[in-house]
């Protein structure tokens, strides 16, 4: 009787095991009933707080920061990171309110965005900073874009003071991403207090405007520092880290004491009838390479890969039981592997391990990285393992 092995990824602990896994012994069941599904549960010895997270800081309450505006411009930098232009297109969206209508709109907004020149403290600022030399494109591209020109200029003279520090943070933030594109890393991209100085240098240049975040706009980034900032994740700690450390936790284990853990796959080996077939997510496909890489396991006739990064280690020369260059030995068995495009934790093998491995592309249609988690309830997942299955 055929036994596969279910061998579960990193993070992975008994409830969230059992789940997969039922779903795992359905599908092969539901087409070949005489196959005996076994588990492998390695996560018994994973990650896990020896001293009862004794090394966890944790936040004293009579130091702790208000869950206002601070928390609020964190978040806010973390979209303008990701998107220079996030707040301009708040910005565009807020209603305007009729000014005097002998005013040209826009016309002393953009006058003095686009004919800034910069002091001379600011000037050294930016050098300091280390964007001095992409000022001027970044400032081009928000001229430029969308946001500014379909929302921004049809703001009145007796408006302007709300905008000038969200042009300023716009600017930066393009600015600090030109350098990144250009794999550039100067000093501001990680200090908060000179990037902050760059911006309000910027903002007084632009209009001696109040500094800070836009009333309006505050509001709601002030709520969401509170239920996803930095004070929430301060003030649950203890919680969240219960929550996140088995996944990075079991990556670390591994690779320091994965001896324990391919030991207990091992066993479970030694112990099921043959032939056997293991089917491997993600850390448990590496873990399941390193182990038949080292040991001639006969009984062990299919190794299935799903979601898998042992290629990826491979091509690095950060495999463990395999320098990149060594081939894969003559007793390792036929290998399947898995990997979804949408899955940026899957790679394939074939080329890396010419002949060795046949790669099968599968389509969860789900985002990452839940697609790292999408392959069970796959149809075409188990078109490619039922067929090969002994």
């Known amino acids: 009787m055929t036994t596969v092995i279910f061998v579960h990824g990193t993070g992975i602990r008994e409830r969230e095991y059992n789940e997969t896994f039922q779903i795992i012994e359905q599908k092969i069941h539901a087409q070949r009933p005489d196959i005996k599904v076994s588990p492998c549960l390695w996560g018994v010895l994973g990650a896990k707080f020896n ?75 930016l050098q300091e900073a280390g964007i001095a030399e992409v000022f001027e494109p970044a400032r081009e591209a928000v001229i430029r874009s969308e946001p500014y020109n379909q929302g921004l200029l049809t703001v009145s003279e007796s408006d302007l003071s709300e905008y000038y520090a969200p042009i300023a943070r716009a600017v930066v933030a393009q600015a600090m991403f030109i350098s990144e594109l250009q794999e550039k890393f100067p000093p501001i991209l990680t200090d908060a207090q000179l990037r902050d100085e760059v911006v309000e240098l910027l903002t007084l240049a632009l209009g001696e405007a109040e500094l800070g975040l836009v009333g309006w706009l505050l509001k709601p980034f002030v709520e969401l520092a509170q239920y996803g900032g930095t004070n929430y994740v301060r003030g649950n700690r203890l919680e969240l880290t219960d929550k996140i450390s088995p996944m990075p936790g079991d990556i670390l284990l591994y690779q320091t004491r994965g001896e324990k853990i391919r030991a207990f796959i091992q066993k479970q080996i030694a112990q099921a009838e043959p032939p056997v077939v293991l089917i491997a997510h993600s850390l448990g496909g590496i873990a399941c390479v390193d182990l038949l890489v080292q040991q001639q396991l006969s009984q062990v006739e299919l190794l299935v890969t799903v979601g898998s990064q042992a290629p990826f280690l491979y091509e690095i020369n950060a495999l463990y039981s395999l320098e990149y260059g060594q081939l894969l030995p003559e007793h390792f068995p036929q290998w399947l592997n898995i990997y979804d495009l949408r899955d940026f934790l899957s790679y394939v093998g074939n080329k890396i391990f010419p002949d060795r491995v046949q790669d099968v592309r599968v389509d969860s249609r789900q985002p990452f990285p839940r697609s790292h988690g999408a392959y069970w309830t796959n149809a075409k997942t188990w078109e490619a393992i039922i067929s090969r299955l002994p």
């Open 51 to 125: 001293d009862n997270r004794a090394s966890v800081p944790l936040e004293d309450a009579t130091l702790a920061l208000s869950q206002g505006e601070e928390d609020a411009e964190i978040v806010l930098w973390g979209q303008l990171y990701r998107d220079p232009l996030y707040e301009l297109r708040l910005l565009s969206l807020k209603p305007i309110e009729s000014g005097n209508p002998w005013e040209e709109p826009g016309d002393v907004l953009q006058s003095r965005v686009a004919s800034l020149t910069p002091t001379s403290q600011l000037q050294a600022k």
